[in-house]
């Protein structure tokens, strides 16, 4: 069975920092690439950023550029998504998703077959 566990959300304030993690287990996803979202109180689910297989390619929302850093760990079979500058805009649920077979950086819900429960990230004025 996959699973994937995202760890490492809370509270901070404005312009603090937090690092999320995404442990994967049930198959390796060395071979794809692995993204994270993030969903807002009354808001849909959004893309954040994602990296290829290999971590040569990164992408992110404009709202995030600067800001955040998305990396990974194929020997531990992991996702990390490092936030600075945290702006209480940036307040939602993170999901760590992988897709099944993309190797590069999908941005769209639908190009994504595995999803983590999800982490809080709580960001206060």
């Known amino acids: 069975q996959v699973q994937l566990v995202e760890s490492g959300g809370g509270s901070v304030q404005a312009g603090g920092s937090l690092r999320l993690s995404c442990a994967a287990s049930?198959?390796?996803?060395?071979?794809?690439?692995m993204g994270w979202f993030r969903q807002a109180p009354g808001k849909e689910r959004e893309f954040v950023a994602a990296?290829?297989?290999?971590?040569?390619?990164?992408t992110y929302v404009d709202a995030v550029k600067g800001r955040f850093t998305i990396s990974r760990d194929n020997a531990k079979n992991a996702v990390y998504l490092q936030m600075n500058s945290l702006k209480p805009e940036d307040t939602a649920v993170y999901y760590c998703?992988?897709?099944?077979?993309?190797?590069?950086?999908?941005?769209?819900?639908?190009?994504?077959?595995?999803w983590g429960q999800g982490t809080q990230v709580t960001v206060s004025s």
């Open positions: 998703a992988a897709p099944g077979s993309y190797y590069y950086t999908p941005t769209k819900e639908s190009e994504y077959d595995y």
């Open positions: 990296i290829s297989w290999n971590g040569g390619i990164t």
């Open positions: 049930g198959r390796t996803f060395s071979r794809n690439a």
